[in-house]
């Protein structure tokens, strides 16, 4: 059994980059939004600093990205809130049961996350456009639900796989 683990253990590396790209990700939607903001505010005082028409939308679709990815960060380092209150009046395999209930719930909903914010990106984005940039389609305001819910996925499996394993061989979290 501990040859199993010992085998899909090798793919840790593969979470690991993904958790780097999302993380790039997320930072570089952070300087983005910093800077259109920076922008903005001093185009409004200071004449020869534009202040584009479409900042305020571009920053709120960057907030949206940021927001639903870090939360599928959080999911990989084990930040999220979570009742741990009584974990230490139950017997570990209990608690560990539990974990992967969670697990398995976060899962599916990283499922319907999926499906449903892509039916949402594909057909009501798809109807209409940024306010200020009519040349865009608000299919990528949708977009972040769909994309948070497959890195939600990536690191809810890994996460589970370690409950499991840890459950398995009797290991401590």
């Not at 990700?25 to 300087?31: E, I």
């Not at 639903?68 to 974990?87: E, F, K, N, P, Q």
């Not at 996350?113 to 209409?128: F, H, L």
């Not at 306010?131 to 690191?155: D, E, K, T």
């Amino acid at each position: 059994m501990s040859g199993f683990f010992a085998s899909v253990d090798r793919l840790r590396p593969v979470y690991d980059h993904v958790y780097q790209f999302v993380m790039f990700l997320c930072k570089l939607l952070l300087v983005a939004d910093i800077l259109i903001t920076c922008m903005s505010v001093v185009g409004r005082y200071v004449s020869f600093i534009p202040d584009p028409a479409w900042s305020e939308e571009v920053v709120l679709t960057c907030m949206s990205y940021m927001a639903v990815l870090s939360a599928a960060l959080a999911i990989r380092r084990g930040a999220h809130i979570r009742m741990t209150a009584l974990d230490k009046y139950m017997p570990k395999k209990v608690v560990k049961g539990l974990d992967i209930l969670s697990d398995l719930c976060v899962l599916i909903l990283a499922v319907i996350m999926i499906v449903v914010g892509w039916q949402y990106a594909v057909q009501i984005g798809s109807r209409g456009t940024y306010v200020s940039m009519p040349f865009l389609s608000r299919f990528w305001m949708y977009f972040p639900v769909p994309l948070a819910g497959i890195a939600m996925v990536i690191f809810e499996l890994e996460a589970l796989y370690n409950h499991v394993k840890d459950l398995a061989l009797g290991e401590e979290a």
